[in-house]
């Protein structure tokens, strides 16, 4: 489902001397349906970067980054939008929503912007907001004024809520109690066995033996530093 | 598919010097573009030109017509072009009083697009205004006032329902955001984002607030002395910026 070969990448700060500073070279992996790949490696190795990449909001520098059939690394905009809606979730590590917007609707959105019904979105929205705890009085108001653990929770729901084939989960236990941790790993295993197929990062190296079948260490993808 | 819009190396100079220059894109059904850049970028001279308000030097300005399919706007007539403004185009003007009849009432801005497209049953007219104006959260009793009588907010948001209340399909906006308090602003967005969803509606938006961009935008195209000097998705922009402008202008804002 996704298949990463020989992807590069470099950052160039324009205004910092044009420095270049190479973060990845000749990462590939591949995750098929069903599976949880975790990503492992020291702080800077190049996960989230990693991750970005799949998901499009970083440019890949070369190589082929295929979900499902599309080549994120080459694919025009609205062919990552297309691909956003209905193939790859990403769960990241903060919320953002346009303020005011309720949390039902915040969390029922992608099953709407994937083409289901209102009806749909708002019942998958209620299921997820009271598996993870999120008390009800709370649906009706935006998540903005809620605390940083509501709101990781409300941004699970959210990338739950519609049944994408490819999910991105980057840290997506990181500082919950493990009541609610245990109901992400809950969610994840059914994930997989609608058969998506999951790239995740976690610290928690309980939470990886979980639900992960395989970790690829991307120290192995950092580019040796030129002196 | 076809393009909403497509935008064809798009030039206009005043005098010597290049309001903006070279412009390309094509704009798809649904999809929303910011453009962003420092004052005097050409931002609004851009708008200007794709909305047939400003006829450029150079380029051609591609849109998809309901009738006849793709039509070139800048070699139409002035009467086709004059339809089209009406109908399948709207303009909200960064300040309302341009795009506000300000001697009219608040029911009369609205139902005068409707009487422009071929409404004439006044009750009708009357009835869709005031369910136009609950739209964008201004009250019936408020139907008969004068834009003059409205904050800056209502009148921002009358502007709004007085432009889509004939369902046009392509918005260009000139910072619709501007000007505003931060809580109407958040208001604002939140209609604008459900008004785009359901409509289906293209819009293109000049912005400065690069907030407001993360959250309404698809596609952002990043302009710098007339030219365009990136674009891309929206969040690839913000979050790996290519060009030194972009770099110089996310890292001088706080996290967006
Ligand atoms: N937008 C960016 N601009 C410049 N450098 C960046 C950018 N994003 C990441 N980097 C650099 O790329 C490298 C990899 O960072 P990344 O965030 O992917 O690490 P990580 O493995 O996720 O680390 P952590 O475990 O701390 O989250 C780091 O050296 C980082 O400084
Ligand atoms: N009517 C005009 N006559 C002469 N020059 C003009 C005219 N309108 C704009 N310009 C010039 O064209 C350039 C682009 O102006 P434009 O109004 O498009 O910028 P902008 O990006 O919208 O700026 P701002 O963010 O300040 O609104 C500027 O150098 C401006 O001075
Ligand atoms: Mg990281
Ligand atoms: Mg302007």
Request: hydrophobic share 45%; glycine share 10%.
């Amino acid at each position: 489902m996704i298949r990463i070969s020989d992807v590069s990448k470099s950052f160039v700060l324009h205004n910092q001397g044009s420095a270049v500073i190479p973060v990845m070279e000749g990462a590939s992996l591949s995750v098929a349906p069903g599976e949880c790949v975790a990503l492992v490696g020291n702080s800077g190795a190049g996960k989230s970067t990693l991750m970005r990449m799949i998901y499009g909001n970083y440019l890949a520098g070369a190589g082929l980054i295929m979900v499902g059939d599309v080549d994120v690394a080459r694919a025009e905009p609205r062919e990552i939008l297309t691909l956003r809606r209905e193939v790859l979730g990403y769960v990241s590590q903060f919320l953002r929503v346009v303020p005011r917007v309720p949390t039902l609707e915040v969390v029922a959105e992608p099953v709407l912007a994937a083409g289901g019904s209102a009806e749909a979105g708002e019942a998958r929205a209620r299921e997820l907001l009271a598996r993870l705890n999120i008390p009800e009085r709370l649906w009706s108001l935006s998540p903005t004024t809620f605390s940083g653990g509501e709101q990781q929770r409300v941004n699970i729901a959210r990338g739950f809520a519609h049944g994408f084939p490819a999910l991105l989960l980057d840290e997506p236990t990181a500082s919950l109690d493990a009541t609610n941790r245990a109901v992400v790993l809950e969610l994840i295993a059914e994930a997989k066995a609608r058969g998506a197929a999951i790239i995740g990062i976690f610290h928690d190296a309980e939470a990886r033996e979980a639900v992960c079948d395989r970790e690829i260490d991307v120290s192995g993808f950092t580019p040796a530093r030129a002196a | 598919m076809t393009p909403l819009l497509s935008v064809q190396g798009v030039t206009k100079h005043y005098g010597a010097r290049l309001g903006c220059g070279n412009v390309n894109f094509d704009l798809w059904p649904g999809e929303v573009m910011g453009i962003v850049g420092e004052s005097g970028s050409g931002k609004s001279t851009l708008l200007s030109c794709l909305s047939g308000q400003l006829a450029p030097d150079a380029g051609k300005v591609v849109f998809d017509t309901r009738a006849e399919g793709p039509r070139d706007v800048l070699t139409m007539s002035e009467p086709e072009r004059r339809m089209l403004a009406r109908t399948d185009w709207a303009f909200v003007h960064q300040n309302a009083r341009d795009g506000l009849r300000m001697g009219v009432s608040a029911g009369g801005n609205v139902g005068e697009r409707l009487m422009a497209v071929g409404a004439r049953n006044y009750a009708d007219i009357r009835a869709q205004a005031i369910d136009w104006l609950g739209r964008v959260e201004i009250t019936e009793d408020r139907v008969d006032d004068r834009p003059r009588a409205f904050s800056g907010g209502m009148q921002q948001r009358l502007q709004i329902a007085r432009n889509l209340v004939t369902g046009p399909r392509l918005v260009f906006m000139d910072e619709p955001t501007g000007g505003l308090d931060v809580s109407v602003q958040a208001r604002l967005l939140d209609l604008l984002r459900g008004l785009v969803r359901e409509m289906g509606l293209s819009a293109v938006i000049v912005t400065h607030d690069l907030a407001v961009v993360r959250l309404l935008a698809d596609r952002l195209m990043v302009m710098k002395g007339g030219h365009v000097v990136e674009t891309g998705l929206t969040d690839q922009v913000l979050d790996d910026p290519q060009h030194g402008y972009t770099q110089l202008l996310v890292s001088s804002v706080l996290q967006v």
